[in-house]
């Protein structure tokens, strides 16, 4: 027979279990929610960033081999939730806030569409890649 204390603590556990349980719960959940919005453009899709860059030839192609694989590895589908809820998607992570000037409002997540994006970002940086925050590994930011 259960002491009276001892039904006590497992009536804590069991409510203990309980919460950690819930919280693993909506943990899962608003995981799933945010990589379900991330995956809009679909599964993984790889492309040869030279052809891609190669697209365009008022940047240094150098430049933009180093972004496109430092910022997606080629996925044009890559999309990535930043810090401050935003994101960026494609093969040069475009970010939300651009898609409206940029894309219709869209995600680009196709090259071309993301190309262009990628040249209007460029041009809105003086045509460098200094919105990019992987032009410093690159050493790209004040390069066109």
């Not at 608003?30 to 991330?38: I, L, P, R, T």
């Not at 240094?60 to 935003?86: F, V």
């Not at 262009?116 to 930011?141: E, L, M, N």
Request: charged fraction near 15%; charge should be neutral.
């Amino acid at each position: 027979k259960f002491s009276h204390s001892h039904s006590r603590s497992m009536s804590s556990s069991s409510s203990s279990l309980l919460v950690l349980g819930l919280v693993a719960a909506l943990v899962l959940f608003v995981a799933h929610s945010e990589a379900a919005y991330c995956n809009e453009c679909g599964s993984a899709s790889y492309t040869d960033i030279n052809a891609a860059c190669s697209q365009y030839s008022g940047w240094s192609q150098e430049c933009c081999r180093c972004i496109a694989s430092h910022e997606s590895g080629g996925n044009i589908h890559a999309c990535n939730k930043n810090t401050d809820g935003s994101l960026d998607v494609g093969l040069w992570q475009i970010n939300d806030r651009n898609w409206s000037s940029c894309s219709g409002g869209s995600p680009p997540c196709d090259v071309a569409s993301n190309l262009a994006c990628a040249k209007k970002v460029r041009a809105w940086g003086g045509d460098t890649w200094r919105f990019w925050s992987t032009c410093s590994a690159c050493g790209c930011c004040s390069r066109a």
